[in-house]
């Protein structure tokens, strides 16, 4: 489907390189996995093995390789194993063009060292750029109801990878926003507050035509997915910008100065943006049971992958943990079915190796994961 969203823009850096998939990755005292070497494939890797063996683990692993942080927690030093001082992931990136990218991440209890190519990064966003990774797990459903804040941060990371000029304005929104609060903050007169409206509200706007032309586009691609998984499903996205459209940001801004200066922040702006996702012009909580809504959550992110390749974006990797959580055996097979047909690389965790055979579904490779064990499944 011809989505009319216009060509990306990459960087010097990215940039001529087809990414394909994770080839490999060498783990080294993450959670309860002491030490791993695993070669996957750049289909679907089914990952398997009883409860608390480190299943979910090894999907944190590989989403530390393009986000440098846990999808399970903010404290990273709880991924360090126990008693041990640090950990190490080296990840190896193949290309359409037949190079290996190696992406480097050793956390200690301090900090950080995080290579690419064998260089220090200067941004953590430039890895989404190299390895862009979509995760639904048991806190996925943030998306629905965790606040505009989480909804936010996952349409950003979209948009990092995919629209160079994103990530540019809103690295200059939030320089100018931090000023602008600092300046709120230390009851500056209001000339020298207004004085970082004009660059606010350049980036704003950028910001603000990108994230709802993508949303416009997105919503047709999550549709087609609903089709297959929850037949009959019509969704509507809703984007709401952070202030009032009947108004110029410009306006909003001076309108909402005084306020501003009493309680210390700007309270307009993209930093206030948000999306919400109806059924019937009504919130899908309303509508759906916990399992059809982990179902549309899949097809959303589905969606952005499809988005991607209409793009020419690197789809990256898309992490399923807990296949069997909240489905019924009809949604999991048709769920396993779209995965299937997603072009892009997946690593799917399960209790059950019965789910191999679901449907007929294709898996690449197999692994089987035990007390921190993995080993592959020939």
Request: with cysteine; charged share 25%.
């Amino acid at each position: 489907m011809s989505t009319g969203f216009p060509p990306i823009r990459r960087t010097a850096d990215s940039l001529s390189d087809t990414i394909t998939g994770l080839l490999s990755l060498d783990i080294v005292d993450f959670r309860n996995i002491e030490t791993a070497r695993l070669l996957f494939s750049g289909g679907v890797n089914l990952i398997t093995g009883p409860n608390a063996a480190g299943k979910t683990s090894l999907l944190e692993a590989i989403f530390c390789l393009g986000r440098v942080r846990s999808f399970r927690t903010l404290d990273s030093n709880q991924l360090i194993r126990n008693g041990q001082s640090a950990y190490r992931l080296v990840g190896r990136i193949g290309t359409a063009e037949g190079r290996t990218i190696p992406i480097g991440i050793e956390r200690q209890q301090r900090g950080y060292q995080v290579h690419l190519e064998s260089q220090p990064i200067r941004r953590l966003s430039d890895l989404a750029c190299r390895f862009p990774v979509n995760i639904m797990a048991g806190d996925t459903a943030n998306i629905l109801d965790g606040g505009p804040r989480f909804r936010r941060q996952s349409l950003d990371w979209a948009l990092f990878h995919v629209e160079h000029g994103y990530r540019d304005a809103w690295q200059r929104y939030a320089r100018a926003l931090r000023q602008r609060n600092a300046a709120l903050r230390s009851h500056a007169p209001a000339r020298e507050v207004s004085a970082w409206d004009p660059e606010l509200v350049e980036s704003a706007e950028i910001l603000d035509s990108i994230r709802r032309r993508y949303l416009e586009h997105l919503e047709p691609h999550v549709r087609d997915e609903l089709r297959d998984l929850l037949p009959g499903t019509t969704l509507e996205i809703r984007y709401q910008s952070g202030w009032t459209r009947e108004r110029s940001f410009q306006a909003v801004l001076e309108r909402t100065l005084e306020k501003d200066g009493v309680q210390g922040y700007t309270h307009v702006g993209p930093h206030r943006a948000d999306f919400l996702l109806q059924v019937d012009n009504k919130p899908v909580q309303a509508h759906f049971s916990r399992g059809q809504q982990k179902t549309l959550i899949l097809a959303f992110l589905m969606g952005q992958v499809k988005l991607q390749h209409a793009m020419n974006a690197t789809p990256g990797a898309f992490l399923l943990d807990d296949l069997a959580s909240e489905l019924d055996a009809e949604h999991q097979t048709r769920i396993l079915s779209s995965l299937a047909n997603l072009q892009a690389q997946v690593f799917v965790t399960a209790i059950d190796i019965g789910v191999r055979q679901s449907g007929g579904w294709p898996v690449d490779k197999m692994f089987h994961v035990k007390h921190g064990g993995i080993r592959e499944v020939l």
